[in-house]
Nanobody
Framework: QLQLEESGGGLVQAGGSLRLSCVAS????????VAWFRQAPGKEREEISC??????YLGDSVKGRFTISRDNAESTVYLQMNNLKPEDTGIYYCAADGVVAGKACPFEYDFWGQGTQVTVSS
């Protein structure tokens, strides 16, 4: 079974940067598309970015500030977060499922990490 582990969260001031990592184990990462979700306090979980082997998706709330990338050889997907805002605060999860042809994001996710906390102070 594919296992995912996030790291890189922390406390940062507004305008700062963080890089989150999602390390996969159990199966080759190249078989999967991976997404980053964010759950802010009191809000529903939001899909903010996805990456397959050919396509990338960035949600409107993070476009221009966040970048997603992957290194299949290192079994890792990264989320580079720049110009962070207090509203970016939340728990960030990575999730994965099989690649859907022509799309960055799968329709559903069977594999989830435990999450990493990001807190942005104003």
């Amino acid at each position: 079974q594919l296992q995912l582990e996030e790291s890189g969260g922390g406390l940062v001031q507004a305008g700062g940067s963080l890089r989150l990592s999602c390390v996969a184990s159990g199966f080759p990462l190249r078989l999967y598309a991976v997404a980053w979700f964010r759950q802010a306090p009191g809000k529903e979980r939001e899909e903010i970015s996805c990456i397959s082997n050919e396509h990338v998706y960035l949600g409107d709330s993070v476009k221009g500030r966040f970048t997603i990338s992957r290194d299949n050889a290192e079994s890792t997907v990264y989320l580079q977060m720049n110009n962070l805002k207090p509203e970016d605060t939340g728990i960030y999860y990575c999730a994965a499922d099989g690649v859907v042809a022509g799309k960055a994001c799968p329709f559903e996710y069977d594999f989830w990490g435990q999450g990493t906390q990001v807190t942005v102070s104003s």
